[in-house]
């Protein structure tokens, strides 16, 4: 039997600690949801206003034409959407409509799984360190819980994969995470060399030496109103490729300079067909020395249908050092963000709940 919801320690137990997640709460029958997930009335997303759009574009990006006499401007329109919104669709990139459709079908398949068959990879218990299964983002941290499950896979080698990601997921996963690569050399080597810096290849592998696939799943929920999918954060990394389905619910925050005085703003990124959505991470925006906006962004939920998103983030190497280029320091009168080891970035980011780009103030130099 179910427990008690209103007992904050049962349903710890029971989400986070057993592993039933958010969908087995759902699936408890559940008709209202338990005090806490509910979002202090700031963060809550029932009034999201979509913006005019401000300029920029929700076309999406041909890659395929990358190769051909448009090269200059699609490299213009990848540069000008990292260093304004700091998010943009890609179509043309080379993984077929089926296969994204399979790849949903498999975070699917997961996700339905009992309870027991997930929480094998749980935390602590799974039967590698590269595969975690749990539920909202730092629960440990976190004031209201977000109304999310995920799966996390972290690619070391394809012999761990093959090992040790669920059964369910892993085929599909893995050619996601193989073509995700390819991707993101290309976009990193096109962002990169605007900067004025061609990246070799050992240099390229330590901006993208951390692979990792997710699976997130976002049940149904009785009150969205009051409720978050994932709160309002930046990714770590320098990359993300993100396959949403055609549920909708990703918002990106606009940047407070375009603005003009007008109280907060976010966009939709809308679901588009065969498209896969690219953010910039806050590694990206280090480096940058501010150039490429890590773009703050946030997902809705819903009460009509579950939804699934399946990122690929690329992460720098843990012993990366990461700074802003010096040649773009020197150019802009000093560097913003201060020179760190990866590894630190990432603990300070893991060791907060999701606080929009709170997490670039560890680097940030104060003006003073
Ligand atoms: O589900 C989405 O659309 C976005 C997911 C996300 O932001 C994340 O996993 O960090």
């Known amino acids: 039997m179910a427990p008690s919801f209103d007992d904050a320690n049962a349903l710890i137990d029971f989400v986070v600690r057993d592993g039933n997640g958010v969908k087995g709460l759902v699936d408890s029958g559940i008709s209202q949801v338990p005090e806490r997930y509910i979002q202090p009335p700031d963060e809550r997303m029932e009034k999201v206003v979509e913006s005019s759009k401000d300029g920029f574009s929700s076309v999406p990006i041909d890659l395929s034409k990358l190769d051909g006499p448009d090269h200059d401007q699609v490299v213009e329109a990848i540069v000008k959407a990292a260093e304004t919104l700091g998010f943009f669709q890609v179509i043309n990139h080379g993984m077929p409509l089926d296969f994204l459709e399979s790849l949903k079908n498999a975070a699917h398949r997961f996700f339905a799984l009992p309870a027991d068959a997930k929480s094998v990879y749980l935390k602590g218990v799974s039967p590698s360190p590269s595969v975690k299964y749990g539920t909202s983002f730092a629960p440990e941290q976190e004031k209201a819980l977000e109304w999310k499950d995920f799966v996390s896979m972290v690619y070391t080698n394809d012999g761990d994969a093959q090992q040790h990601w669920p059964k369910e997921c892993k085929e599909e996963a893995f050619d996601y995470l193989k073509s995700s690569i390819e991707m993101v050399r290309r976009l990193l080597t096109v962002l990169i060399g605007n900067l004025g810096v061609t990246l070799d290849d050992s240099r390229l592998e330590s901006l993208i030496g951390m692979k990792m696939v997710n699976m997130n ?56 067909p065969g498209a896969l959505v690219i953010n910039v991470g806050d590694s990206l925006q280090i480096l940058s020395n501010g150039r490429y906006k890590s773009a703050e962004h946030r997902v809705r939920t819903t009460s009509k249908q579950s939804r699934v998103s399946v990122p690929f983030f690329a992460i720098p190497r843990p012993t990366t050092k990461i700074g802003p280029l010096r040649h773009l320091a020197e150019l802009d009168g000093g560097a913003i963000y201060r020179e760190v080891e990866f590894q630190e970035y990432m603990s300070n980011f893991f060791g907060h709940a999701h606080d929009g780009k709170k997490s670039l103030d560890f680097v940030k130099i104060s003006a003073n």
């Open 217 to 272: 799943f976002y049940p149904i929920c009785p009150n969205p109103e009051l409720t978050v999918g994932v709160g309002r954060h930046s990714d770590m990394g320098t990359l993300t490729v993100l396959l949403q389905d055609g549920i909708g619910g990703l918002y990106v925050k606009l940047e407070e300079s375009k603005l003009d005085g007008r109280k907060e703003e976010w966009i939709e990124i809308p679901p588009i």
